[in-house]
């Protein structure tokens, strides 16, 4: 089993930054670890996720160039710095992390509890 723990959620007007932070205990690594989030009434979407076997990192179109994911592997910790917020990037986000990587949620077997961002125009 693998356990997911976010934090850094909050409220933030339109263009400024928020960072998140994903850690991980339990049984890791994992080869692609990532975050997702979802608007109320919509599924939830990929954002970004990092895959180990080749180090690649992947992005949805509609956060590049403005939200950056990194690492530290010593802390098993991810981090999503999110910069330039939009209204439309409000949702819960997502921590996930799984053997294989993937665009779609179904693809993943552990999931973090979820925090909220509510970016204000």
């Known amino acids: 089993q693998v356990q997911l723990v976010e934090s850094g959620g909050g409220l933030v007007q339109a263009g400024g930054s928020l960072r998140l932070s994903c850690t991980a205990s339990?049984?890791?690594?994992?080869?692609?670890i990532g975050w997702f989030r979802q608007a109320p009434g919509k599924e939830r979407e990929f954002v970004v996720v990092?895959?180990?076997?080749?180090?690649?990192?992947y992005y949805a179109d509609s956060v590049k160039g403005r939200f950056t994911f990194s690492r530290d592997s010593a802390k098993n910790t991810v981090y999503l710095q999110m910069d330039s917020l939009k209204p439309e990037d409000t949702a819960i986000y997502y921590c996930?992390?799984?053997?294989?990587?993937?665009?779609?949620?179904?693809?993943?077997?552990?999931w973090g509890q979820g925090t909220q961002i509510t970016v204000s125009s």
């Open positions: 339990g049984r890791t690594p994992n080869n692609a």
């Open positions: 990092f895959r180990r076997s080749d180090g690649n990192t």
């Open positions: 996930a992390a799984g053997a294989y990587m993937s665009f779609q949620a179904g693809g993943y077997e552990y």
